[in-house]
């Protein structure tokens, strides 16, 4: 009963090319989403949210896309770099943004 | 600012045996969090403490699990006897919390293997 899906495990991209990580939701009632990144023996660290009165966020390089309808969020990274190389888990909350869900997580390699 | 601190950060036990691990948050954040990841999974939510309250333990699989929060500090994850199915990564993380944009920071994370 997995509430959040990543179903791509992997992802290859080209220096300079622009990642589209994908996850949807099946839960109405989650209204609060982020993006984590993690590297090899390190925890995930927080890299950019959208709340669902928004249906886009960006910071730098990194842009969030929200579609409530079909309760699916991307994030899109352009231009890639080598350093983006690493798991990207999605993670959605409801309103009282106390318990957190994630995906399996997305591998994404940049080949230089 | 330190961040979230786990131990240990490789454990190898046999099963039956009992590990407990250790996670010491970020100062101040009244939320604490655990978390686990078998390979290639979900990272799963297990238990969320408020300061050293359990706000929410739905995700603990069994009664072997046994987290505490002593004086709203660090926390310990007990697990006894272990099983096989018990190995993973178990990820501590913390927060201010607030019904604002609560991020978590977690650390590195304590890796469980049980043979």
Not at chain 1, 84 to 104: E, H, I, L, N, P
Not at chain 2, 71 to 76: E, K, Q, R
Request: net charge neutral; with cysteine.
């Amino acid at each position: 009963d997995q509430q959040v899906k990543q179903n791509s495990p992997s992802l290859s991209v080209q220096e300079g090319r622009i990642s589209i990580l994908n996850c949807d939701y099946t839960n109405s009632m989650f209204d609060y989403f982020l993006w984590y990144k993690k590297y090899p023996a390190e925890g995930p660290t927080f890299l950019i949210s959208i709340s669902s009165i928004k249906d886009k966020n960006e910071d730098g390089r990194f842009t969030v896309f929200l579609n409530k309808s079909a309760k699916h969020l991307s994030l899109h990274i352009v231009p890639s770099q080598p350093g983006d190389s690493a798991v990207y888990f999605c993670a959605a909350s409801g309103w009282r943004r106390d318990q957190f869900y994630f995906g399996t997580g997305t591998s994404l390699t940049v080949i230089p | 600012e330190a961040g979230v601190t786990q131990f240990p950060s490789h454990s190898v036990i046999e099963k039956g045996q009992t590990v407990t691990l250790r996670c010491d948050p970020i100062s101040g954040h009244d939320n604490l969090y655990w978390y686990r990841r078998v390979m290639g999974k979900e990272i799963k939510f297990l238990l969320h403490f408020v300061k050293e309250s359990k706000q929410d333990e739905s995700g603990m699989p069994n009664n072997r699990f046994l987290a505490e929060r002593t004086g709203g500090t660090y926390s310990t994850l007990k697990v006894q006897p272990a099983e096989l199915e018990d190995s993973g990564v178990y990820f501590c993380a913390s927060s201010l919390g607030g019904s604002g944009a609560n991020v978590l920071t977690f650390g590195a994370g304590s890796r469980l293997t049980v043979l």
